[in-house]
């Protein structure tokens, strides 16, 4: 029998579709109210007027970038962040019409076209740039010019014009008339450390950027510069807008941070048992036998592994949650399956749900706890949730 929890949740996903997801053996659930509500939460820290930007790059952080696009724009963002021309065309192909700007700067002369014809709004990062774009528009019939975001390097080293230099960019970008500049921005390095000091560094910088702007009489309509962690830590990083990802999905760009909002994790991860089996003392499971039964044990198989997403660095280190127990998993991480050590609980059957990653009453595995163990962050963990995977939307 599944638990009336279980039962619960398969209904949840089954929805009107039944036959489809009943028969999945793993999928990822998207909690769309909770994203609904995170955004809610972290919009009650911005002055009124202040902007919001969903960044749902990278399929949303693994999420589904339309439906979690559509809900945020529901709840209250106003404009989209993703990182590809191709991503933004996804979206409005699937009729998005909010402003999208392309947070990525690396663009084919084809894909200038398609910014233009997609009415997509891209990061220009030099003087270089800008020209380029330019020349490639004026071959193109446009009825008005292209809304374009200037970058500023203000200390993250990555895309963007020296602040410095700022003036002499905006200046040759104001004079080209097949662009219009919709804002200047930049992007913080080091905004989810308590430690304050290049934060601070990085927005005296870009404050002077903007000062030696207005020196030059040029008006900017918008100003950017917090992501998720400058957002929740400092409410003079917001200016005009706030580009927020992580903190949408539910997730804390550090622990320091964690009493600024409440948020709650958006993405489960599901699967089925396969296959239960009892083990005599000494069997080796899976690939290279890295784990040896010191006793008899119940094991469970479960239809999910690596090629879903699941890292292989987790093996023999990671947990389960079977009926709301956390139980551990044994041997190697196989391509297709996981195996569980089910001896607490010897009575799950074939075809019962398990949570990845997920909540079960009390009990709660999160993206956080698997970057902890791996020493990575909790972004390299939502986004590594592969295709294979059905996205299904609850709520
Ligand atoms: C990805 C990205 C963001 C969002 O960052 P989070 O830390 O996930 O909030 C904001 N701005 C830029 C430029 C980005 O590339």
């Known amino acids: ?28 659930e998207i909690n769309l109210k909770a994203l609904s509500n995170n955004i809610v939460q972290i919009r009650k820290l911005l002055q009124p007027g202040t902007e919001f930007m969903a960044v749902v790059k990278a ?22 962040g993703v990182a590809t021309v191709p ?18 700067a690396s663009y084919t002369p084809e894909q200038i076209q398609a910014i233009a014809e997609w009415q997509l709004e891209p990061t220009l990062c030099s003087a270089k740039q800008a020209l380029i774009f330019s020349d490639i528009l004026e071959t193109i019939n446009l009825d008005s010019p292209l809304r374009v975001h200037l970058k500023l390097d ?3 080293s990555r895309l963007g014009t020296h602040w410095q230099n700022c003036s002499e960019f905006v200046q040759l970008v104001v004079r080209l008339p097949h662009l219009n500049i919709q804002s200047v921005y930049s992007h913080l390095a080091t905004a989810d450390s308590p430690d304050r000091t290049v934060m601070d560094l990085q927005h005296q910088r870009f ?43 539910g997730f804390y760009p550090s622990d ?30 899976s690939y290279g036998h890295t784990f040896i039964a010191s006793e008899q044990m119940r094991l469970a198989v479960v ?11 987790l093996s023999n280190n990671m947990q389960v949650l079977v009926r709301g127990v956390k139980v551990p998993q044994v041997g190697a991480i196989t391509m297709d399956q996981i195996m569980l050590d089910i001896s607490a609980i010897p009575d ?26 791996l020493n990575t962050i909790s972004w390299e963990i939502l986004c590594s949730f592969k295709h294979r995977l059905p996205r299904v939307n609850i709520a």
């Open 1 to 28: 029998m599944l638990s009336n929890e279980q039962n619960q949740s398969l209904s949840s996903i089954v929805g009107g579709d039944t036959y489809a997801w009943v028969s999945q053996r793993a999928w990822v």
């Open 59 to 80: 399929d949303a952080y693994g999420h589904g970038a339309v439906s979690v696009a559509q809900t945020a724009l529901k709840a209250g963002a106003s404009w989209l």
């Open 87 to 104: 991503e933004g065309i996804e979206l409005r192909e699937a009729g998005i019409k909010a402003p999208i700007l392309i947070l990525g």
């Open 154 to 156: 203000t200390g993250m």
């Open 207 to 249: 404050k002077s950027a903007i000062a030696r702007i207005k020196d030059v009489g040029i008006e900017i309509p918008r100003l950017h510069l917090a992501n998720s962690a400058g957002t929740l830590s400092d409410k003079s990083l917001h200016y005009d807008m706030v580009r927020v990802g992580l903190a949408i999905y």
């Open 256 to 285: 320091h941070l964690l009493s600024t909002v409440d948020l709650q994790p958006v993405l489960q991860v599901k699967a089925r048992v396969a296959h239960v089996k009892t083990i005599e003392q000494g069997a080796g499971v």
């Open 303 to 313: 239809g999910i592994g690596y090629a879903d997403g699941i890292p292989r660095n």
């Open 348 to 373: 799950v059957r074939e075809g019962e749900i398990v949570t990845i990653l997920g909540s079960e009453g009390n009990e709660q595995i999160t993206a956080q706890d698997w970057a902890n163990q």
